[in-house]
């Protein structure tokens, strides 16, 4: 199955959160995902923690427990090197949803304002008669598929599934992140976990006859 890329270019103001992030706490509890140089799509999502003191932040993740840390650069806002010495810029785009950094070879590192990050913790479908059940397809082994709170590639993941997992399929519409496209997004319930969100077409087998 063809997959088609979408780049994204979103991601935060840092100055207005750091404003809500000091009137809260030095340390508060979010939603990380990173991608790989030109990727669409996380290849690790994890809930982690994001502190701030005095214009350094650190960043730590639960699921593999790494952790970032970046010094601000001079009077540059924005710009920061991280613990190996490398530069890391800090990008807008979220609003106040979040905040995305840019390392030196095209990573990038989401953060999101968000401590509802849990994965697999929705409530058991007991299913229903007419729902329609599709399998999950990546074109690289292991590949995390990002669970989508919206039908579209710049909402936050809510989660994320592997290939050869099971979804109830409960609506499709058609994808409007790039003009001509001709995928589209369904929102779907896991069978195991009976977590619900939206993944795009490409990286879901539909049953046999095809339907949507």
């Given at each position: 199955?063809?997959?088609?890329?979408?780049?994204?270019?979103?991601?935060?103001?840092?100055?207005?959160?750091?404003?809500?992030?000091?009137?809260?706490?030095?340390?508060?509890?979010?939603?990380?995902?990173?991608?790989?140089?030109?990727?669409?799509?996380?290849?690790?999502?994890?809930?982690?923690?994001?502190?701030?003191?005095?214009?350094?932040?650190?960043?730590?993740?639960?699921?593999?427990?790494?952790?970032?840390?970046?010094?601000?650069?001079?009077?540059?806002?924005?710009?920061?090197?991280?613990?190996?010495?490398?530069?890391?810029?800090r990008q807008s785009g979220l609003g106040n949803?979040?905040?995305?950094?840019?390392?030196?070879?095209?990573?990038?590192?989401?953060?999101?304002?968000?401590?509802?990050?849990?994965?697999?913790?929705?409530?058991?479908?007991?299913?229903?008669?007419?729902?329609?059940?599709?399998?999950?397809?990546?074109?690289?082994?292991g590949s995390q598929i990002n669970l989508r709170?919206?039908?579209?590639?710049?909402?936050?993941?809510?989660?994320?599934?592997?290939?050869?997992?099971?979804?109830?399929?409960?609506?499709?519409?058609?994808?409007?992140?790039?003009?001509?496209?001709?995928?589209?997004?369904?929102?779907?319930?896991?069978?195991?976990?009976?977590?619900?969100?939206?993944?795009?077409?490409?990286?879901?087998?539909?049953?046999?006859?095809?339907?949507?």
């Amino acid at each position: 199955m063809r997959i088609q890329t979408v780049l994204l270019s979103a991601i935060t103001s840092f100055a207005t959160l750091g404003v809500g992030l000091a009137a809260k706490a030095d340390t508060t509890p979010a939603h990380c995902d990173l991608y790989a140089p030109g990727e669409d799509y996380a290849y690790l999502s994890s809930n982690c923690t994001f502190s701030q003191r005095q214009g350094h932040i650190g960043i730590q993740l639960q699921s593999n427990g790494a952790r970032y840390d970046f010094d601000p650069v001079g009077n540059q806002p924005g710009n920061f090197r991280d613990q190996h010495g490398q530069a890391v810029y800090r990008q807008s785009g979220l609003g106040n949803a979040g905040t995305i950094f840019e390392f030196s070879d095209g990573s990038h590192l989401w953060v999101y304002w968000d401590s509802n990050t849990s994965y697999g913790t929705g409530p058991v479908s007991q299913g229903t008669g007419g729902t329609r059940v599709g399998t999950l397809v990546a074109h690289d082994r292991g590949s995390q598929i990002n669970l989508r709170s919206e039908a579209t590639a710049r909402s936050r993941a809510v989660g994320y599934g592997l290939a050869g997992d099971q979804v109830n399929i409960l609506e499709c519409v058609q994808d409007r992140d790039t003009a001509g496209s001709d995928l589209n997004w369904c929102r779907v319930q896991f069978l195991g976990s009976g977590a619900i969100g939206w993944i795009r077409s490409d990286f879901i087998i539909f049953p046999s006859d095809g339907a949507l």
